[in-house]
Structure formats: C-alpha cells, structure tokens
C-alpha cells in the first residue's frame, strides 16, 4: 500500500516556476514507479511526466518536455515536479500517482492516488 500527498501548487505569473512534491509512505515505494498527470477544468486527465523506481527512466508530455522536470529521492521517499516557464494553459490541478509496474503514460496503470494540488497560472 502506498499514500501519497502533494503539496507546492498555487498561484503564479506565466514565465514564472513553482515545484511540487508528493510525499509517499509505505513499505512499498522504494519499488513504485511514479508519475505526475494534471487535469484542467471540464478536461479529461492527462499525463504530464512520469519516472522509474530507480530514477534512470523518465518520460515526458510533448507540451511541457524541456520547461517540466521529475525527479525522485529516494532517501526521502518524494518526488517532485520543477515547473519553469509556466504557461496559462499549465494551469490545472495536478496529482500524484504510483505503481507497482513500470512507468506509463497511461493514468489507468497507476494503481495510488493523491488528493491533487491547484495550479494557476495568470497571464
């Protein structure tokens, strides 16, 4: 079993950057794949960027590759997401997930949930 809870969205300027964190527990994460999906008012989820339990392996949406980062630390069982250039149309809630299998793109693979966390960005 995994908990995930997010943290660091609010409210900043286009060209602006914030940088979320996801604090996980359970005996498990030390073996989860983990990924970042957001979800914009009246729109479907979608995935934003995603990396492998060790770290090695990370994967991006087209629309934020080259302005969003992933990483993970282990050591304090966190993932974060460093968001530069933020966009109006970044704005979103954005969650946190995890699963036992690999990475994916797909939020039907992730098997735990955060409760999201707001961004928005203003023009």
């Known amino acids: 079993q995994v908990q995930l809870v997010e943290s660091g969205g609010g409210l900043v300027q286009a060209g602006g950057s914030l940088r979320l964190s996801c604090a996980a527990s359970g005996r498990t994460f030390s073996r989860a794949s983990m990924g970042w999906f957001r979800q914009a008012l009246g729109k479907e989820r979608e995935f934003v960027a995603a990396i492998g339990w060790s770290g090695a392996s990370t994967g991006y949406a087209a629309s934020v590759k080259g302005r969003f980062t992933i990483a993970i630390d282990s050591a304090k069982n966190t993932v974060y997401l460093q968001m530069n250039s933020l966009k109006p149309e970044d704005t979103a809630v954005y969650y946190c997930?995890?699963?036992?299998?690999?990475?994916?793109?797909?939020?039907?693979?992730?098997?735990?949930w955060g409760q999201g966390t707001q961004v928005t960005v203003s023009s």
């Open positions: 997930a995890a699963t036992m299998r690999s990475y994916s793109a797909r939020p039907d693979e992730y098997e735990y």
